[in-house]
Each structure stands twice: as C-alpha cells, then as structure tokens.
C-alpha cells in the first residue's frame, strides 16, 4: 500500500476517475481512496484525541499564546503564536503542527491496520478489540463495498476541508476580535487619562480664579488706604508748611520750599 498526499481536491478526483496513477513510466492501479483521520483537538486544554466534555484540566488554555487562564473571557492574550505541542510560532489547534500531523498519520495507520484485519469473521474478532469512539472516528467500510463508499468518503473529504477554511476565518475573525477589544481598552484608559488631566486643570483654574479675587481685594484695600489716609495727610502736611513759610503781610519767607 502506498500513501499519496495531494494538496489539489481536483487532482485527487481526477485520480479516483481515472483509477490509476503513473509513477516513473510505472502505472499503478487506485484501489481505494482513504480521507485522512479527523484529528480531535480539545478546546479547553487543546490537547488531542478527546472532546471539552471528557477534559479535566480546569484552567483553559488560549490556542494562540498558550497561556493557561481562569476565564479566556478576560485573558490580554499577546498575540503571539506559541504551539502548545511543538513550541512553534502557530497556533496550538493549527492543522499544521509536526505534532499533530504525526498523531494524525499514527491514527490512520491504526486505522489502516484494523481495515487490513478484517475477515468474514470479525464479529468474533471484535470481541477482542477495546475500541473508544471519542479518541478515534470509525474505521473504513470493508473493502467489498469500497466503490460504493468512495463518493460519500469523497464528500466527507470535502466538508472537512469546508470546516477547515470555516475554522481558519474563524481564528482571523477571533484574533481581529481581541486587537478590537484590546483597541477599546486602551481607547478606555486613554479616556479616563484626559478626564483626570480635565479634572486638574479646572480645579487648577478654579484655584487660580480664587488668587486672582483676593489679590483684587488687596489692591482694592491698598487702594482705598492710599486715597483716603495718605493723600488728605499730605494735603494737610503742605498746608502747614506753606503757612508755616509766610510772614506776617503773607509773602513767603523761602522761596524754595
């Protein structure tokens, strides 16, 4: 058996039309197409193999940095792409990771094995067999009914890839969704920084008013000393002293003064 990986939905069907492949001048029939496994990945602890219901880690890991939080709700998440399987800069539920590409292969091989197993009596062998259908999706069809199955294992191939492209717009739409709310955080804080620095200069405006007002009423008071004391004293200071310089016919004494 040999395993043919195709990036092209096209090409794969053109294959499965033509039922043969040519290899270095060498024709080879195609017997079956097999879909790859659906790999499980938890949300909660992003690990493999199970769902969120059947994980029992209790804080929640952000598939982005890797973080483990109370409430991804209100995690500042970084934004920096940090793989919890590989530490690599993806993120941790990306189909990409070497990690998860190689349970993926090890879960179809597993698979492969069980498929090459069956006999006309595998009911009595699958007494023998433990199998968990939360950690594995069921194996293929028998091999008897492969060209009838080929069509729906076809359409299936082709929702995975949907679901696929769905959750990669969905992680994009997520992230542009933090840097929003991360906008608005910031948006907050600036705010509350220029009411604060609003606040101060009007109590500084409201103290500086009151200085004003009082240095008013000092000049006022100054004011009011200087006409109505110091100028009728100084009236009454030349009066004396120009009478105090005239002689007895009235003609000044010192001209000078």
Do not use: W
């Not at 067999?129 to 069809?141: D, K, L």
């Not at 000049?219 to 030349?238: A, G, Q, S, T, Y």
């Amino acid at each position: 058996m040999v395993k043919v990986e195709l990036t092209s939905s096209s090409v794969r069907d053109e294959l499965l039309n033509k039922k043969r492949i040519i290899v270095n001048y060498i024709t080879y029939d195609i017997i079956e197409y097999l879909a790859p496994a659906n790999v499980l990945i938890c949300s909660t602890c992003m690990a493999l193999g199970y769902f969120k219901k059947q994980c029992t880690q209790i804080k929640e890991t952000c598939r982005t940095c890797g973080d483990q939080v109370e409430d991804m709700k209100n995690h500042k998440c970084s934004n920096v792409e940090k793989c919890v399987h590989c530490g690599r800069n993806h993120k941790s539920s990306s189909l990409k990771c070497p990690v998860v590409k190689s349970f993926r292969a090890e879960l179809t091989r597993k698979i492969l094995q069980i498929d090459n197993q069956s006999s006309p009596d595998s009911r009595l062998l699958n007494k023998n067999v433990i199998f968990n259908s939360t950690n594995f999706p069921p194996p293929p069809a028998p091999k008897s009914s492969t060209l009838l199955l080929n069509p729906m294992m076809v359409k299936l191939d082709e929702l995975i890839n949907k679901l696929s492209k769905v959750k990669d717009r969905l992680d994009k739409f997520e992230a542009k969704h933090d840097k929003f709310e991360q906008f608005i955080s910031d948006k907050n804080r600036n705010d509350e920084t220029i009411i604060q620095n609003m606040n101060d200069m009007s109590n500084n405006y409201m103290i500086l008013k009151k200085d004003v007002v009082q240095q008013n009423l000092f000049i006022e008071r100054h004011e009011n000393l200087f006409c109505k004391l110091l100028i009728p004293m100084l009236e009454d200071v030349f009066t004396f002293i120009s009478a105090k310089n005239q002689n007895q016919k009235g003609n000044p004494l010192d001209a000078d003064l």
